[in-house]
C-alpha cells in the first residue's frame, strides 16, 4: 500500500552534489521519520541521515557538515542534500521510512562518486 519513489542518483566528480528525493504515496500512518542508508558492495548497510517528526536530525560522522536532510511535510517528500563527494559515498541509497506501524524501504538509487 506504501511505496516511495527515490530520484536523484546519478554519476557526480569528486566534489560535486547530488540532491536525492523520496516521496511517499498511499495510506500511510503517522510517520515517525524518514531517512537515508546507503550499502556499498561487500559492506554492511549504514545510516546516512534520519529527521524525525519534531525536526531533530541523525547524521552518520562521515557526511557531517557535506549532506543535509530536509522534509516537506505536506509533499510527505525527504530530501537529502549532497554535497563535497567523495569516492567513499559511492552506494546504492535506500529511502527508509519510519511509521507508527512497520518500517518501509525504496528500491535503492545509485550514487557513484568518480573522476
Known amino acids: 500500500q506504501v511505496q516511495l519513489v527515490e530520484s536523484g542518483g546519478g554519476l557526480v566528480q569528486p566534489g560535486g552534489s547530488l540532491r536525492l528525493s523520496c516521496t511517499a504515496s498511499?495510506?500511510?500512518?503517522?510517520?515517525?521519520?524518514m531517512g537515508w542508508y546507503r550499502q556499498a558492495p561487500g559492506k554492511q548497510r549504514e545510516l546516512v541521515a534520519r529527521?524525525?517528526?519534531?525536526?531533530?536530525?541523525n547524521y552518520v560522522d562521515s557526511v557531517k557538515g557535506r549532506f543535509t536532510i530536509s522534509r516537506d511535510n505536506a509533499k510527505n517528500t525527504a530530501y537529502l542534500q549532497m554535497n563535497s563527494l567523495k569516492p567513499e559515498d559511492t552506494a546504492v541509497y535506500y529511502c527508509?521510512?519510519?511509521?507508527?506501524?512497520?518500517?518501509?524501504w525504496g528500491q535503492g538509487t545509485q550514487v557513484t562518486v568518480s573522476s
Open positions: 498511499g495510506s500511510i500512518s503517522r510517520i515517525h521519520s
Open positions: 529527521i524525525f517528526s519534531g525536526g531533530d536530525t
Open positions: 527508509n521510512l519510519v511509521s507508527t506501524f512497520r518500517t518501509y
